[in-house]
């Protein structure tokens, strides 16, 4: 069946321009999950979602960042105000709960480059 | 605050050859999974391995196993017969038993020499 599909693939911004970068997890999955892989760094966690509840938004690095998911499924990272620090490759990730054993099957990823 | 980390930013080994990349990690609970995941140039991750802690058995999926030191909090990934196909990025990551909030390791480039 079809993976986690994230859009655009690549983003390139000017600073203080606001992004929208859109991730649809596989069908069935409730829990979607956001991350960011910055040059040489590895993957930090952002935000989770699972089916109706209140967000995890623990890992979002500042107020800038906010995250949707419509209808328990397609989610949207919105970054406000880019900075170029915000430069990386945002992934996303959903799995079927977040259960104790469930894999986090991961998107492409959209890589972000602001200028 | 629960910590990863691989010493080894890049390694590189010889095709058919067996490479050990490391992983240490830093936690003060009991349960949690351990992973290994791949990411090729393509930029997909992929699920390598995954370790339960509470399991003393190292983990093994083909070519692929882990050497888990629950004391020495110590995570390591062994290919063996190490082929072209093998050369990504591989991050370790780890997971509270409770949760699915991943934190991962920089990552170690693995280069595979024909």
């Known amino acids: ?115 | 605050a629960q910590t990863v980390t691989q010493s080894q930013p890049e390694m590189s080994v010889q095709e058919a050859e067996t490479v050990t990349l490391s992983c240490t990690y830093d936690t003060s609970e009991s349960d949690y999974y351990l992973f290994w995941y791949k990411q090729p140039p393509s930029r997909q991750m992929i699920l390598v391995i995954r370790q339960e802690a509470y399991k003393q058995q190292n983990a093994t999926e083909n070519r692929f196993s882990v050497n888990f030191q629950k004391a020495a909090k110590s995570f390591s990934l062994k290919i063996s017969d190490s082929q072209l196909g093998d050369a990504a990025m591989y991050f370790c990551a780890y997971t509270l038993y409770n949760n699915n909030d991943m934190r991962f390791g920089a990552g170690t480039r693995l280069t595979v020499k024909p």
Not at chain 1, 25 to 37: D, E, N, V
Request: net charge neutral.
């Open chain 1, 1 to 115: 069946g079809a993976g986690v599909s994230q859009s655009p693939s690549n983003k390139v911004t000017e600073k203080g321009k606001d992004v929208e970068l859109r991730c649809d997890p596989i069908s069935g999955h409730t829990a979607l999950y956001w991350y960011r892989q910055s040059l040489g760094q590895g993957l930090e966690f952002l935000i989770y979602f699972q089916g109706n509840s209140a967000p995890d938004k623990s890992g979002l690095p500042s107020d800038r960042f906010s995250a949707e998911r419509t209808g328990g499924s397609v989610s949207t990272l919105t970054i406000q105000r880019t900075q170029q620090e915000d430069s990386a490759v945002y992934l996303c990730a959903s799995s079927w709960t977040r259960g104790l054993q469930e894999t986090q099957y991961f998107g492409p990823g959209t890589r972000l480059l602001v200028l």
